[in-house]
């Protein structure tokens, strides 16, 4: 476990290196001066000699990486052109946002797709089942900008009953919280289907039976329990639909996290907000990852001797 | 092949049929604008009503989806081909080089593919052949990494021992005699991709990443036009609603072609 541990962590290193390096090659390939870039054209002529020694524009390519890397490892990402605010207290700021956006998707996701599934598969072949069945492939059909337009078109400018945009309390999470749930809960109603049928069909269910258990513990104790293992990892992996999803979602709804201040950076062509909110995302989207692992060795203890193989 | 799977491919070449014969069935010119007729509702003049500067939306319609599925059917052959050779070889060839790629291949598949793809159309200038790219760049790692374990099997086959034995080079066994073994794979994963590639082609168009105008794609039209949602509707519905089933179409074609060759591919 602390071998496959550290060597996960490993991992982690040429991924940082990756995006930053994209985003490095940004700053170079960007017109003008690479500092101004960083910084923003109304920065403190000391904070741009600062970064400037920092980068060492005289120097070879490496050592202005790795000056590139310490700016990042202190947390200076640069200034937005526009507001000349600093990104990172930014996307610190708007951080817990995107979080309770994400954890409310997810608690609507996991449980509706998980019930949807569970009733998919015990009833499969059936017309319920059908119906469940197409509706899920439709979900992960639909783009998530098009549900959220629909989502607020219907429930808060005709019916009234929802705030249509903005940021704030409880009413204001549901709409944009449902509409991002969508892709993530229409794949998990699948992935819980096919891996519960899979389940249902194997030896040990049968001996369950033939041994007198009752229907009721079967499902939920040997069979979903066996299921599981599937069904977290999917959880984990659509992780990063909730962070693609934020930036549509929070743009149409007007919510204001990392996803909304992305799209305005892409808009705005603001490349410290771009770079800056890549690096971040893509960390924590890593960061998830490697939480998940270790969830799926405590669920399963056969992945531990084939966790390499997987 | 399913009665589904038949609806979705006739759909499929109904709805590409319609948008490539775009230029000659469009009642309107695309980009025309007319300022007496702005956002009109749908009606026999304009099917699909008029936006807000009085553009016939059907026409529109038709002439992004020619650019929307032009871009996600070649995103998905420039994936499929590299994902193609680089698994082939990963899985053929095994050892250090597979370890070597198959980590390169889970580094990528554990990016946010859109933030990726951001990053990609950030770099180069926003346009149709960038958002082919930014799909590609991310979309070949499923591939490979799905065809390299079919390899896997399918190379310890008794035909693939005989094949050596009568002396076939290496090149021959792989091009000959392992690739054409892929093309159900690959048939399949192409429809189940092409679905998901409609929805980031639209997505990036959304985000005034893809094509520029005045091009329309069916993303950048539901971008454009959000701001018209509650008074003029049409010109948010119709581009969505192609978006969607095509997209549907896709997924539902994949989905059977996937039952009809018994694959077992988890989404």
Redesign the interface.
């Known amino acids: 476990m602390k071998v496959y541990l550290i060597k996960k962590l490993l ?1 982690l290193i ?2 940082l290196i ?2 930053t390096s ?2 490095f ?2 700053t170079k ?1 960007l017109p003008g001066d690479p500092v101004y870039s960083m910084v923003g054209e109304r920065a403190q002529p000391e904070v741009i000699e600062k970064i400037r020694k920092e980068l060492g524009s005289d120097k070879n390519i490496i050592i202005q990486y790795l000056g590139y890397i310490k700016l990042l490892i202190k947390g200076e990402f640069g200034r937005s052109y526009y507001t000349n605010r600093k990104v990172i207290d930014d996307l610190l700021s708007k951080f817990p946002n995107t979080l309770k956006l994400a954890l409310g998707a997810m608690i609507i996701a996991i449980s509706f797709g998980l019930f949807l599934g569970f009733i998919s598969a015990y009833k499969r072949g059936t017309f319920t089942d059908r119906i469940i069945s197409s509706l899920s ?2 979900g ?7 549900s959220g ?2 989502i ?2 219907f429930f808060s ?1 005709k019916l009234k009953l929802l705030p249509p945009s903005g940021t704030g309390d409880l009413r204001f999470l549901i709409l944009p919280s449902v509409t991002l749930s969508l892709p993530a809960l229409a ?1 998990l109603a ?2 819980t289907r ?1 891996t519960l049928i899979e389940v249902f069909d194997m030896p040990f269910v049968t001996t369950a039976k033939a041994k007198g258990i009752g229907e009721l513990k079967i499902n939920f104790v040997h069979v979903l329990k066996n299921a599981l293992i ?1 069904i977290v990892t999917v959880i984990g992996l659509d992780f ?1 639909s909730y ?2 999803g934020a ?2 979602t929070e743009t ?1 709804f007007g919510w204001d996290g990392i996803g909304r201040f ?2 305005e950076g ?2 705005k062509r603001d ?1 410290p907000v ?1 770079m800056g ?2 690096i971040v ?2 960390t924590i ?2 960061i998830i ?1 490697l939480i998940i692992d270790i969830l799926y060795h405590s669920l399963d203890p056969r992945v531990r001797l084939y966790g390499k193989n997987r | 092949m399913g009665k589904t799977g038949k609806i979705s491919l006739y759909l499929l070449v109904f709805i590409s049929l319609l948008s490539f014969s775009a230029p000659l069935i469009s009642p309107y010119d695309p980009d025309k604008i007319d300022l007496d007729s702005i956002k009109n509702a749908p009606g026999l003049q304009h099917l699909f009503g008029t936006d807000n500067k009085g553009r016939d939306v059907f026409s529109r319609v038709l002439h992004g989806g020619r650019i929307s599925i032009i871009v996600a059917v070649l995103a998905t052959f420039l994936s499929m081909g590299i994902g193609l050779v680089i698994g082939l070889f990963s899985g053929y060839l095994g050892g250090k080089i597979d370890t070597a790629i198959m980590a390169i291949v889970d580094l990528i598949l554990s990016f946010p593919a859109l933030l990726l793809a951001i990053g990609v159309s950030v770099v180069l200038p926003p346009g149709i052949y960038t958002v082919m790219i930014a799909i590609a760049a991310v979309g070949w790692a499923s591939f490979a990494r799905l065809i390299r374990g079919y390899i896997l099997i399918v190379k310890e086959a008794p035909f693939v021992e005989a094949a050596k034995a009568l002396g076939c080079s290496q090149t021959r066994v792989l091009f000959i005699h392992l690739m054409p073994q892929c093309i159900p794979l690959v048939l399949v994963l192409m429809g189940l991709k092409l679905g998901g590639y409609i929805l980031t082609e639209a997505s990036l168009s959304f985000l005034g990443l893809g094509a520029q105008p005045p091009a329309a794609t069916w993303g950048s039209m539901v971008s454009a036009s959000r701001s018209y949602i509650s008074s003029a509707p049409w010109m948010v519905l119709f581009p969505g609603f192609m978006i969607a089933i095509t997209a549907l179409c896709f997924n539902a074609l994949g989905d059977s072609l996937r039952d009809r060759y018994g694959l077992k591919i988890k989404y």
């Open positions: 991992l040429p991924l990756g995006v994209i985003t090659t940004l390939t492939v439709t992960l059909s639909i783009p998530v900008f098009l337009l629909l607020m078109l400018l794949t699948r992935i096919t599937p990063g962070l693609n930036v549509l149409i992305t799209m892409i808009i490349y771009i909110c890549i995302g893509t989207f890593v990852n």
